[in-house]
């Protein structure tokens, strides 16, 4: 290797330096005449390390803790009688685990009626489901959006057709 500026045989530890804004390989004599150059030749080119997103959790204080941000699964009915099925429980046992009258169990799993969130809680509790999930989006406020909403009774008989 030689130096790039008095174009001698660099011996020893060739010495890096910037010289009017070039950076050079010089031998030892020649590297009083820049600065040194204390950074690696081709750093310019390696593109540092993109800083590594943080994921958005939902764990954090921004999770509804309110019960009025959580909503009842669509398909409760489904998930109350499936998992009253799985554990081998009647309506009638189930409705005495959630301390409310068999009528409103049955209603619950036919859809005709919506748990309230104490009890879903107690449901959710009793069947080890899950029947509360949080609120994702906010309501559509303007009249345009709303009339394409279903209606939980279009969700029921939409699952029921397949
Ligand atoms: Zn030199």
């Known amino acids: 290797?030689?130096?790039?500026?008095?174009?001698?045989?660099?011996?020893?530890?060739?010495?890096?330096?910037?010289?009017?804004?070039?950076?050079?390989?010089?031998?030892?004599?020649c590297s009083i005449l820049g600065e040194p150059d204390l950074k690696p030749q081709f750093e310019s080119t390696v593109k540092p390390?993109?800083?590594?997103a943080q994921p958005i959790r939902f764990g954090s204080s921004k999770l509804p803790k309110d019960f009025e941000e959580l909503d009842i699964v669509e398909d409760?009915?489904?998930?109350?009688?499936?998992?009253?099925?799985?554990?081998?429980?009647?309506?009638?046992?189930?409705?005495?685990?959630?301390?409310e009258r068999l009528s409103i169990i049955q209603k619950l799993e036919v859809g005709k009626m919506v748990p309230?969130?104490?009890?879903?809680?107690?449901?959710?509790?009793?069947?080890?489901?899950?029947?509360?999930?949080?609120?994702?989006?906010?309501?559509?406020?303007?009249?345009?959006?709303?009339?394409?909403?279903?209606t939980l009774g279009d969700i029921i008989q939409y699952r029921r057709k397949d």
Do not use: W
């Open 116 to 150: 309230d969130m104490r009890l879903a809680r107690m449901l959710e509790h009793a069947l080890k489901i899950k029947l509360l999930t949080p609120r994702s989006e906010p309501k559509v406020e303007d009249v345009e959006g709303a009339e394409y909403e279903l």
């Open 76 to 99: 409760f009915p489904e998930r109350i009688r499936d998992a009253r099925e799985k554990i081998g429980m009647t309506q009638k046992d189930l409705a005495k685990m959630v301390k």
């Open 49 to 52: 390390k993109p800083a590594i």
């Open 1 to 29: 290797m030689n130096c790039e500026v008095c174009g001698s045989v660099i011996h020893g530890t060739p010495k890096r330096i910037v010289l009017e804004g070039t950076r050079l390989v010089v031998c030892s004599e």
